[in-house]
């Protein structure tokens, strides 16, 4: 009859050895027990085992971490994406700003010596952006 290693006892830690068939009996009920060999008792209990509940926890944990790491990077980006915008924006503006001091309408790009009164006459329904 063959042994199989089961492990170290979980009081003295010395390794154990279990015939197949007691090793598989204990497997399918916690009502078998066996014993190392300073005489301490042992079981295979039902459900998840101490360390199987730590394993299950600490990959818990590492997901959520690698979720938060996720939205970190997700969060980074849009805000560079906006920061990349407002600045274009900034851009444009000074632009638009510089052509209509020189005189150049917005609407047509046309010059005139007197844009107030050509925007008046022609565009009256444009609305010039506040300065921010």
Known sequence: MPLIQVG???????????PEELYRAAKRSPRVS?????????????????LDTLRQ?????????AEKDDTIRVEREAREAAERSARAVQGHMTR?????????????????????????????????????
């Open 8 to 18: 170290p006892c979980y009081s003295c830690r010395a390794e154990m050895s279990l």
């Open 57 to 65: 926890e600490r990959d818990r944990l590492a997901q959520r971490l």
């Open 96 to 132: 638009l700003r510089r052509r209509v001091m020189n005189g150049v309408c917005p609407c047509c790009s046309r010059r005139f010596e007197n844009l107030s009164r050509h925007m008046a006459s022609k565009h009256p329904d444009y609305i010039a952006e506040e300065p921010a």
């Open 34 to 50: 066996f014993y190392c060999a300073y005489g301490h008792e042992q079981i295979y209990p039902e459900g998840p085992t101490v």
